[in-house]
Antibody, heavy 122, light 107 residues
């Protein structure tokens, strides 16, 4: 069974940094792209970032480009989201999700399986 | 960026009703469209991808159609478990964007 468990959320001050983690199990992690999607309270879904299976290809939403960095450690089956210079508008539940077969690039693929989310409050 | 617009924002329906939700893209997205269901306090769940392909385990009362810039999600006979918020999402180039959501409420 595919499982994703996010962690690292919390209450932080504007301008500071935070690193989210998503531990994966139940599938071949290194051949799957991974994504982060966020949702502010009572609002809709916003795609944040995606990373290819081998970590070479990274994509970002304009709202986080230059502030957030996605990375992964395939030896630990974990994907990360480093959030620098956080702002009040970054307050949200952050979900990680599997995003299809991938080696070097993030392919056009929906987000198949989602974690439970971790809450970030700025 | 491609904008995704869903309608209606809220839909009131009864068990057994046929329900249709529309999603319009600001530019053609070919068939790169997904639909998700989200219940309060829960993570989204993928229902449909490639505009009309049912994700494994999703009941056949859900169906998707459309092309280019206009797409629909149809629930043929609404069940109690279907009361939720539904989102469309394009994945035809980056950035990926979602519609604003359609809440299906009990009438």
């Amino acid at each position: 069974e595919v499982q994703l468990l996010e962690s690292g959320g919390g209450l932080v001050q504007p301008g500071t940094s935070l690193r989210l983690s998503c531990a994966a199990s139940g599938f071949n992690f290194e051949t799957n792209a991974m994504s982060w999607v966020r949702q502010a309270s009572g609002k809709g879904l916003e795609w944040v970032s995606s990373i290819s299976g081998w970590g070479y290809d990274k994509k970002y939403a304009n709202s986080v480009k230059g502030r957030f960095t996605i990375s992964r450690d395939n030896s630990k089956n974990t994907v990360y989201l480093q959030m620098n210079g956080v702002r009040a508008e970054d307050t949200a539940v952050y979900y990680c999700a599997t995003t299809g077969d991938s080696n070097t690039v993030v392919n056009y693929h929906p987000m198949d399986v989602w974690g439970l989310g971790t809450t970030v409050t700025v | 960026d491609i904008q995704m617009t869903q309608s209606p924002a809220t839909l009131s329906a009864s068990v057994g009703d046929r329900v249709t939700i529309t999603c319009r893209a600001s530019h053609s997205i070919s068939d790169w469209l997904a639909w998700y269901q989200q219940k309060p306090g829960k993570a989204p769940k993928l229902l449909i991808y490639m505009k009309s392909r049912l994700q494994t385990g999703v009941p056949s009362r859900f169906s998707g159609s459309g092309s280019g810039t206009e797409f629909t999600l149809t629930i043929s006979s609404l069940q109690p478990d279907d009361f939720a918020t539904y989102y469309c999402q394009h994945y035809d180039g980056f950035p990926w964007t979602f519609g604003q959501g359609t809440k299906v409420e009990i009438k």
